[in-house]
T-cell receptor, first 113, second 113 residues
Framework: GAGVSQSPSNKVTEKGKDVELRCDPISGHTALYWYRQSLGQGLEFLIYFQGNSAPDKSGLPSDRFSAERTGGSVSTLTIQRTQQEDSAVYLC???????????FGQGTRLTVV | KQEVTQIPAALSVPEGENLVLNCSFTDSAIYNLQWFRQDPGKGLTSLLLIQSSQREQTSGRLNASLDKSSGRSTLYIAASQPGDSATYLCAVRRMDSSYKLIFGSGTRLLVRP
């Protein structure tokens, strides 16, 4: 595709439910990142995937958060037992190793009610 | 620890003005610096990427400079237009973890017709 694609664009879920957010990076980009943007706050790094290397999960806020990247392409961010403080925009980006210019998707706006 | 600061937090100018947005970072050991634009409710659009060995990059009416030794970058917008209204974010990558973007809190720009 032409850009990074994220789905769904909006998600409203009840507190305690699990959610899955999907990211489809730019074709050929081996690096993939997840960030979170909470209302009125800056962007917070969550996790980074690069090829077949072990991901950097240092930004995941709790063990309710997990992410995987299958086949070096599509990534899924899963939040278990959602809490109201998980409400935010979740942004995915991809880049080519070497230039490291990050291209972001449109984000998934998650609202936990 | 790398910290990124953007000043001013908000800026309102009449159409046609030239303007400068500022970004400062505390650790000069950066891999590169990237400027983004974010429209309300949208993802991030990459504007300019400056590698650590470069001093500036230009794209149309935009010019970004980088002074690593002083820990500063500026984004110059010439002949501003109402369509330039958005939040502008700068982000740096550290040399020791070149994949992790560290964001400033952004400058919210309004260009009045």
């Amino acid at each position: 595709g032409a850009g990074v694609s994220q789905s769904p664009s909006n998600k409203v879920t009840e507190k305690g439910k699990d959610v899955e957010l999907r990211c489809d990076p730019i074709s050929g980009h081996t690096a993939l990142y997840w960030y979170r943007q909470s209302l009125g706050q800056g962007l917070e790094f969550l996790i980074y995937f690069q090829g077949n290397s072990a991901p950097d999960k240092s930004g995941l806020p709790s063990d309710r958060f997990s992410a995987e990247r299958t086949g070096g392409s599509v990534s899924t961010l899963t939040i278990q037992r959602t809490q109201q403080e998980d409400s935010a925009v979740y942004l995915c980006a991809s880049s080519l190793v070497g230039t490291e210019e990050a291209f972001f998707g449109q984000g998934t706006r998650l609202t936990v009610v | 620890k790398q910290e990124v600061t953007q000043i001013p937090a908000a800026l309102s100018v009449p159409e046609g003005e030239n303007l400068v947005l500022n970004c400062s970072f505390t650790d000069s050991a950066i891999y590169n610096l990237q400027w983004f634009r974010q429209d309300p409710g949208k993802g991030l659009t990459s504007l300019l990427l400056i590698q650590s060995s470069q001093r500036e990059q230009t794209s149309g009416r935009l010019n970004a400079s980088l002074d690593k030794s002083s820990g500063r970058s500026t984004l110059y917008i010439a002949a501003s237009q109402p369509g330039d209204s958005a939040t502008y974010l700068c982000a740096v990558r550290r040399m020791d973890s070149s994949y992790k973007l560290i964001f400033g809190s952004g400058t919210r720009l309004l260009v009045r017709p």
